[in-house]
């Protein structure tokens, strides 16, 4: 795959705990499609996730930033990395990513689009990538399974007790804030949830033809293991919103009355339901994803 040249420097900032299964292919498929470097924050990692950014550091421009707290104050390790990309990497543009998410343009060259527009800042749309919580694992890898999207994401519906309250479909048919990538200069911070970027003074803001592939759920055991580990970094911060993280808490307390099914019946839809909602056209069988990937990567993005 070759991506164009360019006279700008774009940055990636990558914050990963526990993520061996997903960081290596991440990283890769961002660097083929144009990320000059990643700034990589390590929050405490013990799966092997640390040892593939070490390993990565040989071989690609990555730096990497320890950061084990346990309180999940990512908005102030963003914000510092983010500085750094500016300053000392003087980046042009940069964007604060998951090991969850691929940024996808239509030829899969992210500097192509950010060379035609006049904005500061771009939102960029995320899709939800999903499959049945009862079926077995896919043949070759989580890519191969997670081909599935709602057509048209539902609305988050006012939540009174975010713990109790049932959802009117599964969390993943719903709709997710944008992210956000935006220019180095005059930049001023970056809030929790990467979701705007605020300047010194006042900037443009567009809708990028970039889209987000967002692979939130790729195991019954990975996901558990986001759910214990994400409430509790969420129960430790004891500054935010109640609605920040919503439902990660909620996820967790489920979890610790009834095990990891119950949050995976709230985040994911059945067999039964992913069948049905395929014949009416309420999920569509996506392949971008998994072709972007293959192509980026050269390879099957297996795990």
Known sequence: MLVGVYSMKLVMILLVRDEADIVRQNIAFHLACGVDHVIAIDNGSVDGT??????????????????????????????QAIFQAKDRLKADWIFSN???????????????????????????????????????????GWAQ????????PVARP???????????????????????????????????GNHNAQFVSDV????AEMVIYHYPVRSAAQFERKVVQGGAAFLNHKNLGKMTGWHWRRWHRMEQAGGIELPLRDALP???????????GRVLRDLRGLEALQAALGTEPAA
């Open 98 to 140: 998951d090991a969850d998410e691929f940024w996808l343009t239509q030829d899969n060259d992210l500097k192509a689009e950010l060379t035609r527009t006049p904005a500061h800042i771009l939102n960029v749309t995320r899709r939800n990538m999903v499959f049945a919580h009862d079926a077995p694992p896919p043949e070759g």
């Open 50 to 79: 640390r040892d593939i950014l070490a390993d990565l550091v040989g071989q690609a421009p990555i730096t990497i930033v320890d950061e084990p707290g346990r309180d999940y104050a990512q908005s102030t390790w963003v914000n």
């Open 270 to 280: 059945s067999q039964d339901m992913l069948k049905a909602d395929l014949e009416t």
């Open 158 to 192: 006012p939540i009174d007790d975010i713990y109790a309250d049932n959802l009117p479909c599964p969390y993943f048919y719903m709709n997710l804030p944008p992210k956000v990538i935006f220019r180095a200069e005059g930049f001023g911070g970056i809030g929790m």
């Open 204 to 207: 443009t803001k567009a809708e």
């Open 145 to 152: 399974g997670l081909v599935y999207r709602v057509a048209d």
